[in-house]
T-cell receptor
Framework: KAGVTQTPRYLIKTRGQQVTLSCSPI?????VSWYQQTPGQGLQFLFE???????NKGNFPGRFSGRQFSNSRSEMNVSTLELGDSALYLC??????????????FGEGSWLTVV | DAKTTQPPSMDCAEGRAANLPCNHS???????VYWYRQIHSQGPQYIIH???NNETNEMASLIITEDRKSSTLILPHATLRDTAVYYC????????????FGTGTSLTVIP
């Protein structure tokens, strides 16, 4: 069974631009969540989508947005990029049932550098 | 959400057991304890999780104290490839799949 796939793996953008990152979950998984990892803040939850609806949202500005498609694939978008948005963006998928025992599986991440 | 406390770093000799502790004194009755690890520049890898009973899989064992206020992840025979940051996470109940990662323990396996 293929794991969580994220594209692109590496990208460089200029301040003020926008970026879209893509995530394909494990087959059969309906929940996709996104995390940002920086050296200073560690791993932080961005948002979670389940059945094309945002179910949870972390404490990030509105420049960070996402969506999920009917096939459970997800994209996240960051508009008006700032230098501080340089980070590893991680996607994780799970079956999606809202109980404590639901395990999430991560992709390898997308490295974003803003210059 | 229940917070976890882990030592920032640990060393372990190759071939020996690595015992990584985690304190979660405010854990609620239905909250699970999860362990993930992250090797540099890769996505976090799921290791194991448990609720009350001790758990074992092909990667590790998880020992949870009877009062559930702490747990220990055991890697029975550490190898150099086990060098990573290990995160102990308490899963918040009824919040979908939102996980709170702390700073973890940086484990270095020494040859």
């Amino acid at each position: 069974k293929a794991g969580v796939t994220q594209t692109p793996r590496y990208l460089i953008k200029t301040r003020g631009q926008q970026v879209t990152l893509s995530c394909s979950p494990i087959s059969g998984h309906r929940s996709v969540s996104w995390y940002q990892q920086t050296p200073g803040q560690g791993l932080q939850f961005l948002f979670e989508y389940f059945s094309e609806t945002q179910r949870n949202k972390g404490n990030f500005p509105g420049r960070f947005s996402g969506r999920q498609f009917s096939n459970s694939r997800s994209e996240m978008n960051v508009s008006t990029l700032e230098l501080g948005d340089s980070a590893l963006y991680l996607c994780a998928s799970s079956l999606g049932t809202a109980n404590s025992g639901n395990t999430i599986y991560f992709g390898e991440g997308s490295w974003l550098t803003v210059v | 959400d229940a917070k976890t406390t882990q030592p920032p770093s640990m060393d372990c000799a190759e071939g020996r057991a690595a015992n990584l502790p985690c304190n979660h004194s405010t854990i609620s009755g239905n909250e699970y304890v999860y362990w993930y690890r992250q090797i540099h520049s890769q996505g976090p890898q799921y290791i194991i999780h448990g609720l009350k009973n001790n758990e074992t899989n092909e990667m590790a064992s998880l020992i949870i104290t009877e009062d559930r206020k702490s747990s220990t992840l055991i890697l029975p025979h550490a190898t150099l490839r086990d060098t990573a940051v290990y995160y102990c996470i308490v899963r918040v109940r009824n919040t979908g799949n939102q996980f709170y990662f702390g700073t973890g323990t940086s484990l270095t396996v020494i040859p």
